[in-house]
């Protein structure tokens, strides 16, 4: 074999996509299994087999039962004794001192360690802006929590500190699937059009640099929404120290 071949085989081999670690795979799974979760793909209730989900992902059984346990340590899931993994059910009431607890993680995104925006960071949020212009015309329940979750990993990428992001995020999920849940009441059009002014409203505060702005914005829409949501389930917003 020539130089030059064995340079060509050294450059295919170099380019050749590398196979996904065991954690990657995990990774992947699990953020699969909690998109369906969250989109109410799995329904409340619904069982989740180790052995389908290993088969479904041609993986063994012991990968797929971490994966479980580590979306029953964040409250979307339950192992029942003698049944197995359950969806799990939530509600507004539940999830009260969840949304508290977010109004005030929100102020903290300005707070620790900042990170700038790069132009290609705000062009994102445009993006989002213009999706969010077209799923108006024909809104859909799931392009909107898949538009809103697009925007919170802009939001999470705001802040350096590694805790409050994981925080953050965990939280986040635990109630998406209430909004989705009320849907029908809360009026797709109505939460749509709230969706964009707090999108519009970051942006105008991030290409000035505003970090403390962001986080207030932040925490006016959260409690925004917990308040339509309390109207529409019939309860008092003040009752939940959500103000």
């Known amino acids: 074999m020539t130089l030059e071949a064995d340079d060509a085989v050294i450059l295919a081999a170099s380019a050749a996509p590398r196979p996904p670690s065991a954690r990657e795979r995990s990774e992947r799974i699990y953020l699969i299994l909690r998109d369906r979760i969250c989109l109410l793909d799995y329904a409340p209730g619904s069982h989740l087999s180790e052995e389908e989900l290993a088969q479904e992902f041609e993986i063994s059984r012991t990968p797929v039962r971490r994966v479980l346990t580590r979306l029953e340590s964040e409250g979307l899931v ?28 929100a102020l903290l995104i300005g707070k620790l360690t900042p990170i700038p925006r790069t132009a290609a960071d705000l062009d994102r949020i445009r993006a989002l802006i213009e999706q969010c212009d077209t799923d108006m015309r024909e809104p859909d329940q799931r392009a ?38 009320m849907m029908p009441q809360l009026g797709l059009v109505e939460e749509f059009t709230a969706f964009r002014r707090e999108m519009e409203e970051v942006l105008a ?25 309390m109207r529409h ?8 120290g959500a103000r």
Not at 205 to 228: K, L, N, P, V
Not at 233 to 240: L, P, Q, Y
């Open 78 to 105: 339950q192992s029942v004794h003698g049944v197995g993994t359950i969806v799990t059910d939530v509600n507004v009431e539940e999830l009260q001192q969840v949304y508290h607890l977010r109004l005030e993680l």
């Open 144 to 181: 909107f929590l898949r538009l809103n979750r697009d925007f919170f990993y802009e939001l999470s990428a705001m802040t350096g500190n590694q805790p409050l992001r994981e925080i953050s995020e965990r939280l986040y999920f635990q109630v998406s699937r209430v909004v989705l849940k």
């Open 205 to 229: 505060a991030a290409e000035i640099g505003d970090w403390d702005s962001i986080g207030h914005i932040r925490r006016a829409h959260i409690s925004m929404s917990f308040r339509r949501m």
């Open 233 to 240: 389930a019939g309860h008092s917003a003040d009752a939940t």
